[in-house]
Nanobody, 126 residues
């Protein structure tokens, strides 16, 4: 079992930046595929960015490409999402997710992930 705890959300003005953190504990997840998703009321959870367990480049949704960066620090069992040039449409609850096992594959759909954090609210004011 892997426990995920997100932090770093908050209120920011348009054009501002935030960095989300996702700390993993429990079962070792240094080679787990991990992703960031977001969700607004009445919509499905959508992928923002994902990083492979090992090897290869991360994947970004078109809506955040060039503005967001996902990274991982395996020594700290933490995944980050650096969000720059934030827009009001980025407002959502952001969730961290992990897929059990070790893989170099890119997983882009929410059902492919086994573990989820509780979510952190990001609000971008206009």
């Amino acid at each position: 079992q892997v426990q995920l705890v997100e932090s770093g959300g908050g209120l920011v003005q348009t054009g501002g930046s935030l960095r989300l953190s996702c700390a993993a504990s429990g079962r070792t997840c240094s080679n787990c595929a991990m992703g960031w998703f977001r969700q607004t009321p009445g919509t499905e959870r959508e992928l923002v960015a994902t990083v492979r367990g090992y090897g290869g480049a991360p994947y970004y949704a078109d809506s955040v490409k060039g503005r967001f960066t996902i990274s991982r620090d395996n020594a700290k069992n933490t995944v980050y999402l650096q969000m720059n040039s934030l827009k009001p449409e980025d407002t959502a609850v952001y969730y961290c997710a992990a897929r059990a096992g070790s893989s170099s594959y890119l997983y882009t759909r929410a059902p492919e992930y086994d573990y989820w954090g509780q979510g952190t609210q990001v609000t971008v004011s206009s």
